[in-house]
């Protein structure tokens, strides 16, 4: 995996980093990750306790099984 950077702009993605090691006409798949700062009060370590307290299986188990499922 490589992590680019870049501005959205009207449609379009510019990639600001420079050198990047792909040659051209490589197909490549892009996730956008908006940068935004995630407000703190909208998860809670306390709440995430709770919701999960009657969960008896592995949780990092759902997890991969949700991957797997998903491709």
Request: avoid cysteine; aromatic fraction near 6%.
């Given at each position: ?11 379009k ?29 909208h ?20 997890v991969?099984?949700e ?5």
């Amino acid at each position: 995996m490589l992590v680019l950077h870049g501005i959205y702009d009207n449609g379009k993605v510019e990639i600001t980093d420079k050198n990047i090691p792909i040659k051209n006409r490589t197909p490549i798949e892009i996730a956008i990750l908006d940068k935004k700062p995630v407000p703190k009060r909208h998860f809670s370590f306390q709440e995430s306790r709770q919701l999960l307290r009657k969960y008896k299986g592995k949780l990092s188990e759902a997890v991969i099984s949700e991957r797997r499922e998903s491709k």
